[in-house]
């Protein structure tokens, strides 16, 4: 399995409070990403990552942010977070952006948002 | 319309029968093909990958590719209980953009 820690695994909060969510790899892949799975919404990519501090818009970042210090650390931030954004939110890695090199998914964070 | 498309299901089969996942894309420079299994409550795993046309056989899966047709397909011969999951298509292109997934259910 590839090496991909999500943490944490569940967590319950307040709407308007802030939340951050790690993804950590051990695989030393150039490219990170977030998604979030809804029903009926399938994944839906939040932000990507192709190198340290180097991050670019999925097709539904408003009202998240990211942020990438090290290879191995791919952080996704609430800064203030609504009902809307209760999901299970998947970090996913992989060698390259395009071509023939697939995607590989952490265990995935379950948040709710009271 | 949406770029990957699939059939949400649930698709239901028999215990030792063929199940058939289908899956259309939209964008045709698409290089590479993808289905994921993924069982309730747990992350996407990569099952079969796909790149050229004609079909590909690992085990009980076979990927078939059409870019002509800008279809891929997932057959899995002798269904097993186990089989029953969310099958998602991954499709890549400029990006890689995922289906909304078919929900297989296998009855033994």
């Known amino acids: 399995d590839a090496g991909i820690t999500q943490s944490p695994r569940h967590k319950v909060t307040e709407t308007g409070t802030p939340v951050t969510l790690r993804c950590h790899q051990t695989?030393?892949?150039?490219?990170m990403y977030w998604y979030r799975q809804d029903p009926g919404h399938g994944l839906r990519l939040i932000h990507y990552s192709y190198g340290v501090k180097d991050t670019d818009k999925g097709e539904v970042s408003d009202g998240y942010s990211v942020s990438r210090s090290k290879t191995e650390d791919f952080l996704l931030t609430l800064e203030s977070a609504t009902s809307s954004q209760t999901s299970v939110y998947f970090c996913a890695i992989s060698e390259s952006l395009r071509g023939h090199q697939p995607q590989h998914f952490g265990d995935g964070t379950r948040l709710s948002i009271l | 319309q949406k770029e990957v498309e699939q059939n949400s299901g649930p698709l239901s089969v028999p215990e030792g029968a063929i199940a058939s996942l289908n899956c259309t894309y939209s964008?045709?420079?698409?290089?590479?093909f993808f289905w994921y299994r993924q069982y309730s409550g747990k992350s996407p795993e990569l099952i079969m990958s796909?790149?050229?046309?004609g079909d590909k056989e690992d085990g009980r899966f076979t990927a078939q590719l059409n870019k002509a047709s800008q279809y891929v397909s997932l057959l899995i011969r002798d269904s097993q209980p186990s089989d029953s999951a969310t099958y998602l298509c991954?499709?890549?292109?400029?990006?890689?953009?995922f289906g909304a997934g078919t929900i297989l259910r296998v009855k033994s």
């Open positions: 796909i790149y050229s046309n």
């Open positions: 695989e030393n892949h150039r490219y």
């Open positions: 964008d045709r420079v698409s290089q590479s």
């Open positions: 991954a499709v890549n292109g400029n990006k890689l953009v």
